[in-house]
T-cell receptor, first 110, second 115 residues
């Protein structure tokens, strides 16, 4: 099992560009989450999906959209990137109160 | 809403010494508590969790934590650390009931183990 995979690993964008971060899990979990990690701030929840077909806002949803494409995949889209969105993004899937994290995407917005 | 405080942003310690990483939480309802570890350039992985039952929880790599409801704490301990324990450690809480998987993380404690 690959667990949780994320693509790309690194990305550099210019202000105003758009991109989609991809996340997939092969553990048949219902719930999936997107976080951002910034120095000194821990992880903050952007969006989550409790089950296929549902999505909800987390603590910091502004500037992001998500799609739960199917049970395996949960994508995060930046429509118009801003320097404040420079961060490391983690996807996680959840089972029995344990979150399984992907390796992260390091995004820089210039 | 719940919150988590990790007062120590960095903890330096010598190899084979004991260590305690402190975590305090705030919540008006019952909670589940977690410790996650993040090695450099990796995602987080679960060290241990408290859901119910015994307040002393044992996790992977020789770590343990004790839930203290009266002090609203969930400190992480290891009696003898190794160089390979160098990592960032995050305490997290979720409220019960609610979306039990929805976590609030602390800001992290960087454990630096040296010879």
């Amino acid at each position: 099992n690959a667990g949780v995979t994320q693509t790309p690993k690194f990305q550099v964008l210019k202000t105003g560009q758009s991109m989609t971060l991809q996340c997939a899990q092969d553990m048949n979990h219902n719930s999936m989450y997107w976080y951002r990690q910034d120095p000194g701030m821990g992880l903050r929840l952007i969006y989550y999906s409790a089950s296929e077909g549902t999505t909800d806002k987390g603590e910091v949803p502004n500037g992001y959209n998500v799609s739960r494409l199917n049970k395996r995949e949960f994508s995060l889209r930046l429509e118009s990137a801003a320097p404040s969105q420079t961060s490391v993004y983690f996807c996680a899937s959840v089972s029995l109160y344990t979150q399984y994290f992907g390796p992260g995407t390091r995004l820089t917005v210039l | 809403a719940q919150s988590v405080t990790q007062l120590d942003s960095q903890v330096p310690v010598f190899e084979e010494a004991p260590v305690e990483l402190r975590c305090n939480y705030s919540s008006s309802v019952s909670v589940y508590l977690f410790w996650y570890v993040q090695y450099p350039n990796q995602g987080l992985q679960l060290l241990l969790k408290y859901l119910s039952g015994s307040t002393l929880v044992k996790g992977i790599n020789g770590f343990e934590a004790e839930f203290n409801k009266s002090q609203t704490s969930f400190h992480l301990r290891k009696p003898s650390v190794h160089i390979s324990d160098t990592a960032e450690y995050f305490c997290a809480v979720s409220e019960v009931p609610g979306t039990a998987s929805k976590l609030t993380f602390g800001t992290g404690t960087r454990l630096q183990v040296t010879l």
